[in-house]
């Protein structure tokens, strides 16, 4: 098992571009969530899903969007990017809520 | 929004000494999860502690979950280099239907030889 995977690994955007962080696991979990962390700052929640066709807003969700259309594939779409966006991104899934949480890599956006 | 208080925010300490990082709240958490994360990599989960009062030993460290759930400790013995890390303390809580992880900001360990 790859677990969870993310591209890119790192990436330079222009303010108002946009782009789409990939996001697949092979574990066949349910929930699924993406995360942002900046310095010092520890993990926000951006958005979440709990099966394909689901998902909802957490803590942080201005200026992204996500799709769930298969159990794997959990991408976050960034529409006219800010600088404020600069930061590290995490997904994560499990197969059940309240248990471990099983973290990519992350991906490392800057926007200038 | 439940907030998770850790620390410290820094400590470096060396080889061989004890430490202890605290992760504090208000709330009561169903759950409680320590997360280890190195640079470059996403957080890997160290421990689950569930019950109020609840003391767990992994090797060298030692969690405990307060008698209330509302707050959580980290004791590591005779720390070592590869203890090097960021570590964070994530409660979760019950919004509606659903369970969502609190992460408190980490506490950024370094072990020098």
């Known amino acids: 098992n790859a677990g969870v995977t993310q591209t890119p690994k790192f990436r330079i955007l222009k303010i108002g571009q946009s782009m789409t962080l990939q996001c697949t696991q092979d574990?066949?979990?349910?929930?699924m969530y993406w995360y942002r962390q900046d310095p010092g700052m520890g993990l926000k929640l951006i958005y979440y899903?709990?099966?394909?066709?689901?998902?909802d807003k957490g803590e942080v969700p201005n200026g992204y969007n996500v799709s769930r259309s298969t159990t794997e594939d959990f991408p976050l779409r960034l529409e006219l990017a800010a600088p404020s966006q600069t930061s590290v991104y995490f997904c994560?899934?499990?197969?059940?809520?309240?248990?471990?949480?099983?973290f990519g890599p992350g991906t490392r956006l800057t926007v200038t | 929004t439940q907030l998770l208080e850790q620390s410290p925010q820094f400590l470096s300490i060396q080889e061989g000494e004890n430490l202890t990082v605290y992760c504090n709240s208000s709330?009561?958490?169903?759950?409680l999860q320590w997360y280890r994360q190195e640079p470059g990599e996403g957080p890997v989960l160290l421990v689950t502690?569930?019950?109020?009062?609840e003391v767990k030993k992994l090797k060298r460290l030692t969690f405990q979950f307060g008698d209330a759930r509302k707050d959580s400790s980290l004791h590591i013995t005779a720390a070592q280099p590869g203890d090097t890390g960021l570590y964070l303390c994530?409660?979760?809580?019950?919004?509606?239907?659903?369970?969502?992880?609190?992460f408190g900001k980490g506490t950024l360990l370094t072990v020098n030889p």
């Open positions: 502690v569930v019950t109020g009062g």
């Open positions: 574990m066949n979990h349910n929930y």
């Open positions: 994560a899934s499990t197969p059940g809520q309240g248990v471990e949480q099983y």
């Open positions: 709330s009561v958490f169903s759950s």
């Open positions: 899903s709990v099966g394909a066709g689901i998902t």
């Open positions: 994530a409660g979760l809580v019950r919004g509606g239907s659903n369970y969502k992880l609190t």
